[in-house]
């Protein structure tokens, strides 16, 4: 089944059709029908587009598109900022900050097989006896 498009113009004048025939006492089931659409389509319309006059239906779809147009444009250029930032080996990952490991002030150090018998470092916490290998 093909799907069709409405236009803001299109919707607005179903929605008056189906507000005019709902005041006749029709159920929704029967407008539905009647301006084919399906009550789903016709609720969401209603929540999107219910008391908005032309002009305004009209300067919604304008600002919706706008805001895709930028949301594209923000997503380009943040893509472009990280392409060089990785050319240029500034990636958040190439740099630790102080405390995060490296050999700056605050790192561990080694951390390896501390502990386990035969192993020659000693525990990380300085107040535990140190492991003689046996």
Do not use: H
Not at 28 to 57: H, S
Not at 79 to 108: C, F, N, W, Y
């Amino acid at each position: 089944m093909t799907r069709k498009r409405y236009k803001a113009e299109e919707i607005l004048g179903k929605l008056r059709q189906a507000e005019v025939l709902i005041g006749q006492g029709r159920s929704v089931g029967e407008v539905c029908r009647e301006i084919g659409v399906t009550e789903v389509t016709y609720f969401r319309w209603r929540k999107e587009y219910g008391g908005l006059k032309l002009d305004q239906a009209r300067k919604l779809k304008d600002l919706e598109k706008e805001n895709a147009r930028l949301k594209r444009a923000v997503a380009e250029l943040t893509l472009d900022k990280q392409i060089l930032q990785e050319a240029s080996g500034e990636t958040d990952l190439a740099r630790p900050t102080p405390g995060e490991g490296g050999t700056g002030e605050g790192s561990v150090g080694c951390i390896g097989a501390a502990g386990l018998p035969g192993s020659r470092a000693g525990p990380l916490d300085p107040a535990l006896p140190a492991n003689d290998g046996g």
